[in-house]
């Protein structure tokens, strides 16, 4: 048929007259012709458009017969492998407009378009939920479903949310949907020992189909475990792992997805622990980290010598940094996810030392900084560490007399919190100082929990804290205590002495403000006015700044952290290699 | 016109347009197994009507080509036979004429307000006639609706708009019977062809709502128009089909 004319146009148009006739009894006869208006002829051609297209390999297997049946047949479908979401026990119809659609978006080095378009065409996370078989604790959060649909497309990835905010849960969740799809068979965590329980508490809560074996006891059953165990998630502190090395490096087929926590444990790339993590063989990496950056830029570049080697060198400069993370780094801070978190409020409890330890204080730094002029070429940072503990320890406790202007204050403040029922938390860095102030807060029920705290008593601690009303108080150490506990039931949290870096003491503070907090957290920071302390706080501020400039777009690039010139400097002392 | 020779899988297919107004229509068509899961996916480039179209076609230009150019070609290039193909775009019907298979728009149920004191009944047309009607009690109801009283909604149901007058008339002709579902929140209308298993499609369709939202996957599609749009034009680049002239 030819389109451009149609054949009733064209009769049409053979008409080189139009007549009109009208016959009415109460008219008189008209006949009226009148001449055929020009005509113009519009060329039409069908308007065509191109396709672009897949088949997926579920639809080709369907295509060839193997996918699910014809309704004719009233069979219930027999899917080929594990599929995300399975038959409810009883049907429930998905309501329109209940909740909102979180995408699985493709990473960005997926470029063929059929491997993105089948990221994109997956059904929302959220259905996973809306299924009767996939048994969760709770509905997760929206930004906890972007999480999961963050880590779950990526080989490479590094969830870096602040602390509380459930990266543990969100990557068990990723990993659990991997399994059910039958890409994970074997994976392999690494996390720091006193987590080791509660990551298996989380897989239980939130994967619990997914069979657990933690890699511990003697040497011989943990190498039968590295070797034997060929399914399921095998769970490992990092000691075990460098002390397994062989055994873990070694094994048959790469671990089909590692997961490590606490990933600032290996940001030192030239240490053993950064070495033997790296050498295990694997398909996925994805590190957990509230703390990607916590002293230096470097610490990132160790992070990514595990996540995606090479992506990150020591010399790159930070806008070039954060252009090279962006697609592999998901980041969110509890401001910006809008979680309902009850308020987190700082005081700082600026405090004057009590005349005993402002004499001792004085005297300590005096013979210090002279001893340290007296070592001249040979003086070292450790030799300026030295002092600044020593000082540190002053402003704790007069080291003769035990008198503390902090524990007046810190007596006071828990006296009050124990009255209302409420419980605290307080941290040092130092086992002595929880020692002496176990002594000194008998009345409150102290519990400690510290490196020299057996692991196996840990848990114990942790259980009578969070249930016995008449424990107030929890003295622990940054170094035992500062990750991966979960203790939203407290409301107050004293740090009685300053750790090095703030993202150790966000971390602490963040086992009390975290999701299931109760109420407010309240923040109290010591510091002795006039001292150490003072100078160092000044310097963990300038750190902040350096996070936010990397994490931050909208931040001012900052300072380095703590230099060495800037330790020195605590003391108005050269660096040697200058002077 | 390609008729797919092998029975029709349990999958259905979603078939939607997207409108930009630079480049004009973008068409998607995905295959979703009976889980949701992804099957197949087919989209076109993008087309422009231009000014001789626009006034030749007037007021049924969206249906012409959301339906018989897009809608056709889309589903013709597919692989995979379906049971029904579902759209979210009334003038798409007009397809329902040139394939095989069942066509079904769908539409969101408006929650019922406290303006509205007593409950309205979404099938205002189809309660006036003496219809064949199957309910279960629960969350679906079917009605097949007789040739003079086409089953669809009087408010906000799909329309076609009159050439001349303007004013919309149904999108199914008169003396042909069509086919509406309730399901849940869903309202969907059908094309003649679904008249003839009511309770098959029926059924069916109830599985596929266990584990989607009938209209999320509209919005798959139109994510993976945006995205095959971005990855298939080269920065700068502004070409597009268009009707030629």
């Not at chain 1, 008219?27 to 088949?55: H, K, M, N, S, Y």
């Not at chain 1, 020992?193 to 509660?198: D, E, G, R």
């Not at chain 1, 807060?441 to 196996?456: D, V």
């Not at chain 2, 068509?29 to 480039?45: A, D, K, Q, W």
Request: aromatic fraction near 8%; hydrophobic fraction near 40%.
């Amino acid at each position: 048929m030819n389109l451009s004319q149609p054949n009733w146009w064209s009769n049409v148009l053979s008409h080189s007259r139009l007549a009109l006739e009208i016959h009415r009894p109460d008219f008189l006869p008209l006949d009226w012709q009148a001449e055929q208006p020009a005509a113009i002829t519009v060329p039409f051609q069908a308007p065509r458009v191109q396709t672009v297209g897949c088949l997926f390999p579920e639809g080709g297997a369907a295509l060839v017969g193997n996918g699910p049946l014809s309704f004719q047949t009233r069979v219930a479908p027999q899917p080929t492998k594990p599929m995300i979401l399975p038959e409810p026990s009883a049907p429930r119809l998905l309501r329109a407009g209940g909740k909102s659609h979180t995408r699985v978006r493709p990473p960005a080095d997926v470029v063929k378009l059929e491997d993105r378009l089948l990221y994109l065409l997956q059904p929302p996370l959220e259905n996973l939920f809306a299924s009767e078989a996939m048994d969760f604790p709770f509905r997760p959060f929206r930004y906890q479903f972007d999480g999961i649909a963050f880590l779950y497309p990526r080989h490479e990835a590094v969830l870096a949310d602040e602390m509380g905010l459930g990266k543990t849960m969100q990557a068990i969740v990723a990993m659990r949907l991997l399994a059910h799809q039958g890409h994970l068979r074997r994976s392999l965590i690494v996390c720091p020992k006193p987590l080791v329980t509660n990551w298996k508490r989380e897989i239980g809560q939130w994967a619990p189909e997914l069979p657990v074996t933690i890699v511990e006891g003697k040497q011989q059953r943990r190498h039968w475990l590295w070797e034997n165990v060929n399914r399921g998630v095998l769970l490992v502190n990092y000691e075990s792992l460098v002390r397994d090395s062989p055994q873990a490096t070694a094994t048959c087929s790469p671990f089909d997805l590692m997961i490590i926590d606490e990933a600032q444990r290996i940001k030192n790339g030239l240490s053993t622990t950064s070495g033997v993590v790296c050498s295990v063989p694997r398909r996925r990496s994805w590190a957990l980290t509230g703390t990607p950056i916590e002293n230096s830029v470097e610490d990132l570049v160790g992070i990514f010598q595990f996540v995606s080697p090479g992506c990150l060198q020591p010399e790159m400069k930070i806008p070039a940094i954060r252009h090279s993370v962006r697609d592999y780094v998901l980041r969110r801070s509890k401001d910006q996810v809008e979680i309902d978190l009850p308020p987190k409020l700082f005081r700082d409890a600026n405090v004057e030392l009590t005349v005993e330890q402002r004499d001792a204080y004085q005297l300590a730094e005096e013979e210090g900084i002279v001893q340290l002029h007296d070592i001249g070429r040979e003086l070292t940072i450790q030799h300026v560490f030295e002092l600044v503990l020593r000082l540190k320890q002053i402003c704790n406790f007069d080291p003769v007399t035990g008198t503390s202007s902090k524990l007046d204050r810190l007596t006071a403040d828990l006296e009050e919190c124990a009255a209302s029922g409420r419980k605290a938390i307080v941290f040092s860095q130092w086992v002595q100082t929880i020692t002496q102030l176990r002594d000194q807060l008998q009345s409150l029920g102290p519990l400690e929990y510290h490196g020299k705290i057996p692991s196996r008593q840990r848990d114990g601690v942790i259980e009578a804290f969070r249930n016995d009303p008449d424990c107030h108080v929890l003295l622990m150490s940054y170094g035992a205590g500062s990750v991966g506990l979960n203790l939203q039931f407290a409301g107050y949290v004293f740090l009685f002495d300053r750790w090095w870096n703030p993202a150790v003491e966000d971390q602490a503070i963040n086992r009390a403000h975290r999701i299931g907090a109760s109420g407010p957290v309240t923040v109290t920071r010591f510091l002795a006015m006039g001292t150490i302390e003072e100078r160092i706080n000044n310097i963990l501020e300038k750190k902040r700044e350096l996070f936010n400039a990397v994490f931050d777009a909208t931040a001012p690039a900052g300072k380095m952290g703590m230099s060495r010139e800037e330790i020195f400097g605590l003391f108005q002392l050269n660096f040697p290699e200058v002077a | 016109m390609n008729v797919k020779s092998s029975k029709p899988l349990s999958a259905f297919g979603f078939l939607t347009v997207q409108e930009d107004p630079d480049h004009g229509f973008f068409g998607g068509y995905l295959v979703l197994s009976e889980l949701g899961r992804p099957l197949e996916f087919h989209c076109s480039t993008p087309l422009l009507p231009n000014q001789a179209q626009k006034i030749l076609y007037g007021a049924t230009l969206r249906s012409y080509v959301l339906g018989e150019v897009i809608g056709q070609t889309l589903v013709e290039k597919s692989q995979l036979p379906v049971l029904a193909v579902l759209t979210d775009q009334a003038e798409m019907m007009s397809m329902a004429d040139l394939r095989p298979e069942l066509l079904l728009c769908v539409e969101t149920i408006p929650e019922k307000t406290e303006m509205m004191p007593h409950p309205v009944e979404p099938t205002g047309l189809a309660l006036e006639v003496a219809a064949e009607e199957v309910q279960d009690g629960t969350n679906e109801c079917v009605r097949v609706c007789p040739d003079d009283q086409p089953g669809r909604p009087t408010d906000g149901g799909p329309k076609e708009l009159d050439a001349q007058t303007g004013e919309a008339t149904p999108a199914t002709g008169a003396g042909v019977q069509s086919l509406e579902l309730v399901l849940d929140t869903y309202r969907l209308w059908g094309s003649p062809g679904c008249i003839r298993r009511p309770d098959d499609l029926n059924a069916a369709l109830e599985r596929l709502a266990v584990h989607v939202e009938l209209t999320e996957p509209f919005e798959r599609v139109r994510e993976a128009i945006r995205e095959a749009q971005r990855v298939s034009t080269p920065p700068g680049d502004e070409s597009h089909e268009s009707f030629a002239a």
